[in-house]
């Protein structure tokens, strides 16, 4: 085991640069998108996609978030990719998509709690007190062999045996992170209790909450970069060269019946005329500025969020390097050393 003093700790604990160059890059529309719902028979070419829940007075026959929305982002054109994009640091990150339905939804740029989609016969269901019901982006895991680089916008919806419409089944789904940017599947949160944590909730400029949305619409997501994992998740996606995003939304419906948000995909007629538009992404990144390796979630400052991050990853980590954040002496363990060496760089 080996201990730091503060002379070693500034040494392994890169500042901020101070030569650092900001990158900007704009991309005006996925380098693929994919309607992800078990009943979409021309997957990677429809024309329209469509995010909802599902009935949540049926039991689990399907995911909650039932209609998703998988984007694709090639950034390997405007941005660094292979190790380099480890050494970024991402400052800004926005997606946007484009509303196809006129008036049929309504604007809610707030979460909702997990216990207002529960059942009426549950008793832990609460009242959901504003008009509608946000559309969220959040990042996208895989399953069943496919990953990031493999999975395609034409890829099958699952690969697993039993039936296709089963929750939890889908070799792409909408994922929260964990504070190394590891994915956990979101698609069936409130039928196994958890609050899901996405990377951001949509919102349309000017418009009211609980106002109906007008087509042509554009529906902006910030993304929180402060959240735990995210800065790892975008850094890997530019290390590979492709940002996957997914788009839900728990919106209340009924088997075969409901109101809920539809968006334009690259694929549309009225996009391919340059009449709609298709999703976007704009990033912008700070190159050579790594992180404090204190500073866990890149927030640029090492605070009470890092010192919890740092307890939830507790434990040998004999990989080490940059699969191991949190092993600030490289001891091969996150541990007691650890905290004393973060508590050193608080503030």
Avoid at 156 to 162: D, L, N, Q, R, V
Wanted: aromatic share 8%; with cysteine; proline share 6%.
């Amino acid at each position: 085991m080996r201990f730091l003093v503060p002379a070693m700790l500034m040494l392994l604990m890169p500042a901020l640069a101070a030569s650092a160059q900001v990158v900007d890059g704009a991309w005006s529309a996925p380098s693929a998108d994919r309607w992800m719902y078990p009943f979409n028979s021309s997957p990677g070419t429809r024309q329209v996609m469509s995010v909802f829940g599902s009935d949540r007075e049926v039991p689990s026959q399907f995911d909650a978030r039932d209609g998703q929305i998988l984007l694709a982002f090639d950034t390997a054109d405007q941005m660094p990719d292979g190790d380099a994009a480890l050494d970024l640091v991402v400052i800004q990150a926005e997606v946007t998509l484009q509303v196809q339905n006129d008036q049929v939804f309504r604007h809610d740029s707030t979460p909702d709690l997990w216990t207002d989609f529960l059942p009426a016969s549950d008793p832990r269901r609460t009242l959901d007190t504003d008009a509608g019901q946000p559309v969220e982006l959040a990042a996208v895991g895989f399953r069943n062999g496919w990953n990031a680089v493999s999975f395609q916008e034409t890829s099958p919806f699952t690969s697993a045996p039993g039936s296709v419409l089963a929750p939890l089944m889908r070799n792409a789904f909408a994922a929260q992170l964990d504070v190394q940017g590891a994915p956990t599947d979101i698609s069936n949160n409130p039928r196994l209790g958890f609050q899901a944590s996405t990377l951001a909730v949509g919102r349309v400029d000017g418009l009211s909450e609980g106002a109906l949305v007008p087509e042509g619409s554009v529906m902006r997501f910030q993304l929180d970069l402060t959240r735990p994992g995210v800065q790892a998740y975008l850094k890997e996606g530019l290390r590979q060269g492709r940002v996957w995003f997914s788009v839900s939304s728990l919106t209340l419906v009924q088997q075969q019946a409901g109101a809920f948000p539809a968006f334009y995909a690259r694929e549309n007629a009225l996009v391919q005329l340059g009449l709609a538009q298709a999703a976007s992404l704009r990033l912008q990144v700070e190159a050579g500025a790594a992180c404090d390796a204190a500073d866990l979630d890149c927030s640029g400052s090492v605070d009470a969020a890092d010192i919890g991050s740092l307890l939830t990853l507790f434990g040998d980590c004999p990989q080490g390097g940059a699969a191991c954040p949190g092993d600030l002496d490289e001891s091969g363990s996150v541990d007691a050393a650890d905290i004393g060496a973060l508590l050193i760089r608080f503030g």
